[in-house]
């Protein structure tokens, strides 16, 4: 077997260090790259002392040069708390981050990988998404930092592609969980646990009828490896999300059932733009990748519940 070198960026992330262990399991070399704004040391300390892996303290926004045979490019904050903290620097990370790591898969000819999103539908007209939607989205909006600068990426993607020929993929992930998301992260389903394990109250913004259709962490790393090795032709983009849609009210519903909490259900405020629906159309990467989720959400609910259990 060829031992692949591959860079990670955000390797220290959510879905970074779950992509971190599965290609280290495939006996690759890993290099994680993390400027720690969102990730954390916890998600990858038990790789540390691992003979094929090596953690690299950077930021993206910065020139890098390492030998690396493939890249996955997941470097920017998700969740939209952390993306809107600094949205500038959202948008240098996603653009900047994107030229750096590009000019780097050029230099060495490496393959790269942008770990795009479903925002690029921004609040959608068409329902369910499928990549050849174009999107309905704000560009002056508290998402646009995020939305736009994921745009851009692609559109920096495509034409490193086009003009220097550049071996690119890009998948668009729809809303994914699992164990190593950040108990601060703000996003719905680690906000909604984290409130149930302390029978605190469920914040659900609005009234809860807006949808997302939530995917399980390992069924997108499966989607990822398998885009990395498509053939060259299929650049993408290419949905990777399950596309079983609830509402944020069932998934509160959900939560509280499964974690037997005494948690309470309050409405705030819904923050502007907020996406009123959203679900993916897989059938491309059903054709072109032979990839389906296979973690419904009360299965990979119970093993983030578990993790949570353990964290908090
Ligand atoms: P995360 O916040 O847990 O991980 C992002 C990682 O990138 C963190 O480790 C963070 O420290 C690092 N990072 C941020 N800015 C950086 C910079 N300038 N230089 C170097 N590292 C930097 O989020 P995640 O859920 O693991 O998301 C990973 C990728 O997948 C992101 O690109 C995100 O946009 C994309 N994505 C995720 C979801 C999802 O539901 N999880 C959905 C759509 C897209
Ligand atoms: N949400 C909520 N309560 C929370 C966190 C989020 O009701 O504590 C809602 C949010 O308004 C959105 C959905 O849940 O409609 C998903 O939010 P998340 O931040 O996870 O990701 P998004 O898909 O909006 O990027």
Redesign the pocket.
């Given at each position: 077997m060829t031992r692949k070198k591959v860079l990670i960026?955000?390797?220290?992330?959510?879905?970074?260090?779950h992509l971190c262990d599965r290609l280290l399991k495939e006996g690759n070399e890993v290099f994680c790259?993390?400027?720690?704004?969102?990730?954390?040391k916890q998600?990858i300390v038990h790789l540390l002392d691992h003979p094929y892996f090596e953690l690299i303290r950077?930021?993206?926004?910065a020139p890098f040069f390492i030998e690396a045979d493939e890249i996955y490019?997941?470097?920017?904050?998700?969740?939209p708390v952390?993306?809107q903290y600094n949205a500038i620097?959202t948008m240098?990370?996603s653009v900047m981050?994107a030229i750096n790591m590009l000019g780097l898969a050029k230099r060495i000819k490496a393959k790269i990988l942008l770990?795009?999103?479903?925002?690029v539908y921004g609040d959608p007209l068409v329902h369910p998404q499928p990549e050849t939607y174009w999107g309905h989205v704000n560009p002056i909006g508290e998402r646009s930092c995020?939305d736009e600068g994921?745009r851009s990426a692609e559109t920096l993607f495509v034409n490193y592609h086009k003009q220097n020929n550049v071996q690119i993929k890009i998948i668009?992930?729809?809303?994914?969980?699992g164990p190593?998301?950040?108990p601060d992260?703000g996003?719905v389903v680690s906000n909604f646990i984290v409130q149930a394990l302390k029978n605190q109250d469920i914040t659900i913004y609005g009234q809860g009828q807006q949808t997302r259709s939530f995917?399980y962490?390992d069924d997108?790393v499966e989607g990822m490896i398998r885009m990395m090795a498509s053939p060259g032709a299929f650049t993408g983009p290419v949905n990777i999300g399950n596309p079983n849609e609830f509402t944020i009210l069932e998934l509160a519903e959900k939560v509280i059932q499964l974690t037997g909490s005494k948690s309470k259900i309050i409405n705030m405020p819904l923050p502007p733009d907020d996406p009123m629906m959203r679900q993916p159309d897989i059938a491309l990467a059903k054709k072109e990748l032979n990839w389906s989720p296979k973690i419904e959400l009360e299965e990979g609910l119970i093993k983030t519940i578990e993790y949570f259990k353990t964290v908090i």
């Open positions: 960026t955000g390797g220290a992330g959510f879905v970074g260090s790259l993390d400027n720690f704004f969102t990730g954390q998600n950077h930021d993206v926004t490019n997941l470097a920017c904050p998700a969740s952390h993306y620097k240098k990370t981050g770990a795009s999103t479903s925002e995020y994921k668009r992930i729809f809303n994914t969980y190593r998301m950040h992260d996003r995917q962490v997108l």
